[in-house]
């Protein structure tokens, strides 16, 4: 599992203790999924790349560190990784926003693509991919795959919650994308969902259970 990336810093931890509690309201619940996506990014952007600026101080000249190239873009799949935004973009304000809609075709089981919209020059942009559970992988993957198309400068993924059957779903189809999460959880159920996790992530951010 060398490119999956547990964050277990304590107040990650704490805050999605909290969150797989049923009896956390809606408005408890995305509050704090806004928190662990700040901890979370902060965490995830660790190897940006930086450059050197002059700036000028009230005192004198120097050289500083900003970071470098095009702003990075967050590509949240709809719906429950809006519910993570917020939380990545209080920590990178600049950052761009993508969107990828998929629908799981009731036949095939295949993931359907409905919405597709990212920011431009994507080749000289670094990418993290946002939805709260990887569970299946299905969707993320089938993200992924279209993503590649344009040939981003990189591209991570984040989830709060995984289990082993969606990180070894998501490694085999992209070895080279680098998963980030709070935890991998026990096992995946017949019906998709991540045991013990924390139910349907959508429905407990929205509110629409
Ligand atoms: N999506 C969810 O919202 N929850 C799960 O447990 C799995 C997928």
Do not use: W
């Not at 009896?23 to 996506?37: D, I, M, Q, V």
């Not at 190239?69 to 709809?78: D, N, T, Y």
Request: hydrophobic letters at 40%; charged letters at 20%; aromatic letters at 6%.
């Amino acid at each position: 599992m060398s490119n999956v990336h547990v964050i277990d810093h304590p107040l990650v931890q704490h805050k999605l203790t909290l969150m797989r509690n049923k009896e956390a309201s809606t408005n408890s619940f995305r509050r704090l999924l806004g928190e662990l996506a700040s901890l979370m990014t902060y965490e995830i952007t660790r190897d940006m790349a930086l450059q050197d600026i002059e700036v000028q101080t009230p005192l004198e000249t120097m050289t500083a560190k900003v970071i470098d190239g095009k702003k990075l873009v967050f590509v949240s799949i709809l719906r429950a990784g809006n519910g993570i935004l917020e939380g990545m973009l209080n920590v990178v304000p600049g950052a761009r926003v993508g969107h990828i809609g998929l629908y799981r075709d009731p036949e095939t089981l295949k993931p359907v693509e409905y919405y597709f919209k990212m920011p431009s020059e994507m080749t000289e942009r670094d990418v993290i991919v946002v939805d709260p559970m990887l569970a299946t992988g299905n969707s993320a993957i089938a993200a992924i795959d279209k993503l590649k198309s344009l040939n981003p400068k990189s591209i991570k993924f984040v989830c709060l919650l995984t289990c082993p059957e969606g990180v070894a779903a998501m490694q085999a189809a992209h070895p080279d994308v680098a998963i980030y999460t709070a935890s991998i959880d026990r096992q995946l159920n017949e019906h998709g969902y991540i045991l013990p996790g924390l139910g349907d992530a959508g429905d407990r951010i929205f509110g629409t259970q």
